[in-house]
């Protein structure tokens, strides 16, 4: 009932640019916290960047002063703006929402399925 929809991913070289885009649709009350997590092969998942709905964002060392998130909260859409990308950037990404809907009005935590980042020259 409730889908989360990343794009965005692409083979970038080092020292480039993506944003990624991921959109949460159906029957939504109300989104909380959106973030970004990224897996990398062989580790576990990481939080890349979260932002409240009021607009409190939180990052990882890692991509401080490289990535920033943002979210259009009329579309249910957030975006993560990747600067400066790094090799060691390359992962699956993947769009994290808590999202109440008509059917659970208390605050469920959703994944999308993910976007191949892959920084290589």
């Known amino acids: 009932q409730v889908q989360l929809v990343e794009s965005g991913g692409d083979l970038v070289q080092p020292g480039g640019s993506l944003r990624l885009s991921c959109a949460a649709s159906?029957?939504?009350?109300?989104?909380?916290?959106m973030a970004w997590y990224r897996q990398a092969p062989g580790k576990e998942r990481e939080l890349v960047a979260a932002?409240?709905?009021?607009?409190?964002?939180n990052y990882a060392d890692s991509v401080k002063g490289r990535f920033t998130i943002s979210r259009d909260n009329a579309k249910n859409t957030v975006y993560l703006q990747m600067n400066s990308l790094k090799p060691e950037d390359t992962a699956v990404y993947y769009c994290?929402?808590?999202?109440?809907?008509?059917?659970?009005?208390?605050?469920?935590?959703?994944w999308g399925q993910g976007t191949q980042v892959t920084v290589s020259s």
């Open positions: 159906g029957r939504i009350i109300s989104v909380n916290t």
């Open positions: 932002m409240a709905s009021g607009g409190n964002t």
């Open positions: 994290y929402a808590q999202i109440s809907t008509y059917s659970s009005v208390t605050y469920s935590n959703y």
